[in-house]
């Protein structure tokens, strides 16, 4: 059974940098038939699609948001991380890492959510 | 962007009912449609993909159909469980996007 779990801070400060990091468990982050991903949802909202990577470090990232955010991978630790920089309070959400098969961009196995607040 | 709207934004029905939530792409998305159910406080659960496949483990009463701009989510027989926020995505092209979710409450 796959799982993954998000961590981080859970409190930044505006302009600074959000990172999590996610920590796959039951499968390899090196598999070629996955795309790894993060998602948000602001308290009460609905969901946002931030961006994937898969193995090989190739990635894709919402046009939204592109100018602000970096998703690497670190097989050896069977981890992934996102990095936003430049935080508003608008970036105040519960980030979740998912994973989707590489048949499809949808999203079959999610981590718990960790909520980030950007607040002085 | 292709713009996922999902309707009715909520809708309030009692166990045994058969509910039906809508989702229309903003353009042709062919079969590229996954389903998501979210309780509070916990991550969204992967229901159905490709419109109408249903995910391992996910149950029977759930179904859906569809395909092009026009989607729907049907649950046969509405169960205590199922109360919940339920989400569209479409998964046909980048950046992915998700519908603004239809809440099922309790009638």
């Known amino acids: 059974q796959v799982q993954l779990q998000e961590s981080g801070p859970g409190l930044v400060k505006p302009s600074e940098t959000l990172s999590l990091t996610c920590t796959v468990s039951g499968g390899s982050v090196s598999s070629g038939s996955y795309y790894w991903s ?19 470090g190739s990635t894709n990232y919402n046009p939204s948001l592109k100018s602000r955010v970096t998703i690497s991978v670190e097989t050896s630790k069977n981890q992934f991380s996102l990095k936003l920089n430049s935080v508003t309070a608008a970036d ?19 981590g718990q959510g960790t909520l980030v607040t950007v607040s002085s | 962007d292709i713009q996922m709207t999902q309707s009715p934004s909520s809708v309030s029905a009692s166990v045994g009912d058969r509910v039906t939530i809508t989702c229309r792409a903003s353009q042709d998305i062919a079969n590229w449609l996954a389903w998501y159910q979210q ?8 229901l159905i993909y490709a419109a109408s496949s249903l995910q391992s483990g996910v149950p029977s009463r759930f179904s859906g159909s569809g395909s092009g701009t026009d989607f729907t989510l049907t649950i046969s027989s509405l169960q205590p469980e199922d109360f919940a926020t339920y989400y569209c995505q479409q998964a046909n092209s980048f950046p992915l996007t998700f519908g603004g979710g239809t809440k099922v409450e309790i009638k």
């Open chain 1, 92 to 110: 105040t959400a519960v980030y979740y890492c998912a994973r989707a098969p590489h048949s499809g961009y949808d999203f079959d196995y999610w």
């Open chain 1, 38 to 56: 993060w998602i948000r949802q602001p308290p009460g909202k609905g969901l946002e699609w931030i961006g994937y990577i898969y193995y090989s």
């Open chain 2, 39 to 46: 309780k509070p406080g916990k991550a969204p659960k992967f």
